[in-house]
């Protein structure tokens, strides 16, 4: 089955820098990579994804990139703010059929005022 | 219009009770999913149904879980004979497609409902 890494797990940063979350994959034939940002006692929210076919997706502040061949994504998100804090999740899903989606284990982004 | 709905939103149980969680998934959509969140882990998949059907149980932990949706829409998990370890979030997603098809790789999740087994 799929396994997703994520790291890392905590990450701290100063409000109006740039924060990077990186995660991999193993299963090569997953081609559908959501992100989902969870806030304190709430569900996970969709905030972008990406596809196989992309390299890299870009909406406002948040972008995220696609390494097919290493198997690597990332989220970044750039100028952050004190409400970007929460949990961000990865996920890896293999469309054409049914599978799971398999999450990481979480990031914990924390945005200094 | 509405999201997915979670009741109860916090559930407190006895060692050894019965619980039922009820989810109300987005109008329309095909398919539904419920997964277990222990405290700082991510979602880990429970089972996924195809409108009435339940396609995909093999994240139950135990046959103390049982997950219906009988009309295809309303979704309940069950867990007899609750445990500690039971103790959790438990997350329900809707898609508006089925899964792996056209529309059903995005999910959409409710707030969950957090389960204290005490």
């Known amino acids: 089955g799929e396994n997703v890494e994520q790291h890392p797990s905590t990450l701290s940063v100063q409000e109006g820098d740039s924060a990077v979350i990186k995660c991999t994959y193993s299963?090569?034939?997953?081609?559908?990579f959501p992100w989902y940002k969870q806030e304190l006692g709430k569900g996970p929210q969709l905030i972008i994804d990406i596809r196989s076919n992309v390299g890299e997706k870009k909406d406002q502040r948040i972008a995220v990139t696609l390494n097919k061949t290493a198997k690597h994504f990332s989220l970044h998100i750039t100028e952050t703010q004190p409400e970007d804090s929460a949990v961000y999740f990865c996920a890896a899903v293999r469309s054409g059929g049914y599978q799971k989606v398999t999450f990481g284990i979480g990031t914990k982004l924390q945005v200094i005022p | 219009g509405a999201g997915v709905s979670q009741s109860p939103r916090y559930k407190v149980a006895k060692r050894g009770q019965d619980v039922a969680l009820r989810c109300d998934p987005i109008?329309?959509?095909?398919?539904l999913f419920w997964y277990q969140q222990a405290l700082g882990q991510g979602p880990e998949f429970l089972t996924y149904?195809?409108?009435?059907?339940?396609?995909?149980k093999s994240g139950l932990p135990s046959d103390r879980f049982f997950a219906e949706r009988p009309e295809g829409s309303v979704s309940t998990l069950k867990i007899q004979r609750t445990q500690q370890e039971d103790s959790a979030v438990y997350l329900c997603?809707?898609?508006?497609?089925?899964?792996?098809?056209?529309?059903?790789?995005?999910?959409?999740f409710g707030p969950g409902t957090r389960l204290l087994v005490l």
């Open positions: 149904f195809q409108n009435e059907a339940q396609l995909d």
């Open positions: 997603a809707s898609s508006l497609g089925p899964a792996g098809g056209p529309g059903g790789e995005t999910q959409y």
């Open positions: 109008s329309g959509h095909v398919s």
């Open positions: 299963d090569s034939a997953s081609n559908y």
